[in-house]
DNA sequence: CTATGTGATGTCAGTAACTGACATAGAGCA
DNA sequence: TGCTCTATGTCAGTTACTGACATCACATAG
């Protein structure tokens, strides 16, 4: 992160990453499967706590209310991390591959969510439509919280967004 | 596609796709920006054309309703392509490289679709939700209609796919 | 018909991400 | 003390990708 807010992703080197760690560039392949990959350690963990959370859901909930469980937890874990976020996503947003990279995690995510809906009996598709409308919620609504004039907080933007969301696939907008 | 094919998509340097096309290395990198490029190049094409069925929507459509039409227009673009479809998916599948390519021109098509909704005037962030949603869906009955087992036409399967999400963000799924 | 400009292609050298093979060091343990 | 196992280092190699410059075909002005 310091290297990358120095110099920008693409001008910061393997090699620079591995010696401010104090490491070999062959020793930073074997913790990072890639040059992107160290920007999302987190995601696997992040995913398997959503994950938990639909198992957790009550067992009469709707698909889309267990989403709606997961997403709060979401929220929750990123609490007091706002200024870190908006760190980060400068970085992304300025490079392509690390989009792509990000897009994959969420796309994984999603893939995640729908599986762990199946095993609550839901079936498909409308388990996977269930889980990519999370997801696509979240993107939404996480951008809508990085944003430098938005105070409010991420758990009360994904409930907006996730209503939003309800209120349009219902036809309920105007024009 | 005969290459990867015949490789694999890793397997198969730059140089070869060239020389099997009769040109010099420097030159493949002049038509598409990197490799994986190669087997997105219609993706302008696509996305320009549901823009405009957008653009054409009647004036008093719901953002879904819109969307919908969009989709019913993609679905007609894939007629008679199955076969080509189900390969050029079997390549992108067998590698995460090209699945983030593929994820991040349909976050490109998302954009676009919300930003022709909100030239009708649709706010924010309906637009950007009913843009996601309809990728969503597109994802999700794109996967159903390349299945082996499946006969259906996309056309059908994108209907019946945005019913189904309908019925799951009203909650009107059991369990 | 010649000259000149323009766009596509070729040639070449270089950088940096990533990989495989092998060597080494240190921690724990018999 | 010696053995094993894991993390790390070293080194050589491949390949995607880029910049600089040369060349060639073709069109068009003069």
Do not use: C
């Given at each position: 992160?310091?290297?990358f ?8 080197t393997?090699?620079?990453i ?23 350690g ?14 957790d859901?009550?067992?009469?909930a ?6 709606a ?13 706002l ?8 970085i992304?947003?300025?490079h ?17 969510l ?5 095993q609550?009996?839901?079936?498909d598709?409308?388990a ?39 209120a ?8």
């Amino acid at each position: 992160m310091e290297l990358f807010g120095e110099r920008g992703f693409e001008q910061t080197t393997v090699a620079e990453i591995a010696a401010r760690a104090g490491l070999t560039e062959r020793t930073f392949f074997r913790h990072y499967s890639d040059k992107r990959e160290v920007l999302f350690g987190g995601s696997s963990g992040f995913s398997g706590l959503l994950m938990q959370s639909i198992a957790d859901a009550p067992a009469g909930a709707t698909p889309i209310d267990t989403i709606a469980a997961a997403l709060a937890t979401a929220g929750e874990l990123f609490v007091d991390r706002l200024d870190h976020a908006r760190r980060r996503q400068r970085i992304i947003d300025a490079h392509a591959d690390l989009q792509e990279r990000e897009l994959i995690k969420l796309a994984s995510l999603a893939a995640s969510l729908a599986e762990a809906l199946r095993q609550r009996g839901v079936g498909d598709p409308a388990a996977r439509l269930a889980a990519e409308a999370g997801v696509a919620v979240f993107k939404v609504a996480f951008d809508r919280w990085i944003e430098l004039s938005n105070t409010a907080s991420l758990s009360d933007i994904i409930r907006e967004s996730l209503d939003e969301l309800k209120a349009v696939t219902a036809g309920n907008e105007r024009r």
